[in-house]
């Protein structure tokens, strides 16, 4: 019996291991200067909404990580990372929204993150403001996702016309 189970698992494994680069195939990484070859498998599984997973690969000296939803026909890279050496002892992250734009750039040095750009757009995704910042974040979104530098300033709290406002916009998107 044991012998049964164990060439079940074997089965069960092998094909679910094999069924994502099929799904790899549907994406379109060709947007974002990629090809289909030497990506290795790091997570992968069945949501209600379709297939989701992530793929690494090893391009000299950087590491290129990308996160994927496959759902019937469509298919969508939503994060592309890349983590390369910078420097003697430092890593630097480019954070890719596909197909080519910067979400967030920034060096690692001995544990401290010194951003290139995004800085707040770190923080937000990284959910790292406070209640308040993050409402001042949502408003004004368009301008503070543009902001290049390194240890920016807390965001103010809005006035309350522009906390009406969002209340507003947030409870028509509901």
């Known amino acids: 019996m044991r012998k049964y189970i164990f060439w079940l698992f074997i089965l069960l494994f092998s094909s679910c291991s094999e069924r994502w680069k099929g799904d790899v195939r549907k994406l379109k990484l060709e947007d974002i200067n990629e090809g289909y070859n030497d990506w290795e498998l790091v997570d992968y599984h069945k949501k209600p909404y379709g297939n989701e997973g992530t793929i690494t690969k090893i391009d000299g000296d950087t590491i290129k990580s ?34 080519n734009d910067t979400i967030y750039s920034y060096k690692r040095s001995n544990g401290q993150n010194y951003f290139y750009s995004g800085e707040y757009n770190y923080r937000f995704i990284n959910l790292l403001f406070e209640k308040d910042e993050y409402d001042f974040y949502l408003f004004f979104e368009d301008s503070l996702s543009r902001v290049k530098g390194n240890g920016l300033p807390k965001l103010p709290n809005l006035s309350p016309l522009q906390k009406s406002k969002l209340d507003s916009i947030l409870r028509r998107n509901d």
Do not use: H, M, N, Q
């Open 66 to 99: 990308l996160d994927f939803i496959i759902s019937g026909s469509r298919s969508e890279i939503y994060e592309f990372r890349k983590k390369f050496p910078c420097g003697e002892a430092d890593t630097c992250v480019l954070y890719i929204d596909p197909p």
